[in-house]
């Protein structure tokens, strides 16, 4: 089974400085922290307990570890201090950068993620959550974004990539399909380009919680975007897909488009698994593991010639 998440450092390896501004913000002495699993960033991701009962989320990451992470960091940091009352993220404490490392505090969400398989209680919560989103974030509550399909033409270059460099175990089915798959994803960035929706852009089981009363939160906001209002559901689809689930979830998007999209995320994860990570190890893995999970479902729905 591939690994779903990264290896990170913890509360007390974070230096005394960096912990002590965590503290200030969280408003109280971290008295006991807890690591969580997930996500690829080698940054903590930990869940703190003060001295007076209070609990926070502190996630903290320096340029040492990552360089893409910091800036994937301040990215988070700005979309989520913006977010409305209402929309079901988790609130922002409070966020520290000093150029180096940057600490952002927010609310614990007391919650786990999905399981995977995905189960249909918990898809068709994820679904409800997403669309709830949707409408408090429409129109966005923040300006500077990118456009959805500025923020992954990058992104959905990746059959373009291999087309010109195919790697000697790509699959037969897409070397033989290289063409209809770059027609694809050209038309997906074509489909997300019109909205005004505050899109997540990364929506996976890691990047969710269902809390005790079975509704979600939708955490990890750094690739945030404005698309339309369907573009994370079509990731909550993909990601269904990945875990070996059907594509119900998809029923209300165009099919065209969902199929279009897809391919283009799928080529994205296909191509960039073949780059080393440096200091982020088992994500090219799991990159590749996502997008030979979607292949079959793509072969059947891919408008082809």
Known sequence: MVQTYGARI????????????????AGGQVTAAVSQNGGFSPGTADRVVLGDGRRAFVKAVSTSHNERSVELARNEAHVTARMPGHAPVPRLLGSYDDGEWIVLVL????????????????????????????????????TGLPDAADHL???????????????????????????????????????????ETLAHCDIRADNLLVRPDGTVRVVDWAW???????????????????????????????????????????????????????????VRDFQRAQADAVLPWLRERLVTG
């Open 153 to 195: 033409a990058p992104h959905f270059a990746g059959w373009d990539l291999i087309a010109a460099d195919p790697p000697p175990d790509l699959d037969l089915w897409v070397r033989a399909h290289l063409d209809d798959l770059r027609r694809a994803a050209d038309r997906g960035l074509a489909a997300v380009r019109h909205g």
């Open 107 to 142: 609310e614990d969400v007391e919650g786990r993620h999905p399981r995977t398989p995905w189960v249909g209680e918990e898809v068709a919560a994820t679904a409800g959550a997403l669309r709830d989103l949707a409408s408090a974030v429409t129109p966005p509550p923040l």
């Open 224 to 282: 945030a975007s404005i698309g339309p209002d369907w573009l994370d559901t079509v990731l909550l689809g993909m990601n269904v897909l990945v875990h070996g689930g059907d594509d119900r979830v998809l029923a209300g998007v165009d099919p065209r488009a969902a199929a279009d999209v897809i391919a283009g995320f799928t080529g994205y994860l296909r191509e960039r698994s073949r780059h080393p990570s440096p200091g982020i190890p088992h």
């Open 10 to 25: 913890g509360w007390v390896d974070l230096p005394r400085h960096i912990r002590l501004q965590a503290e200030r913000i």
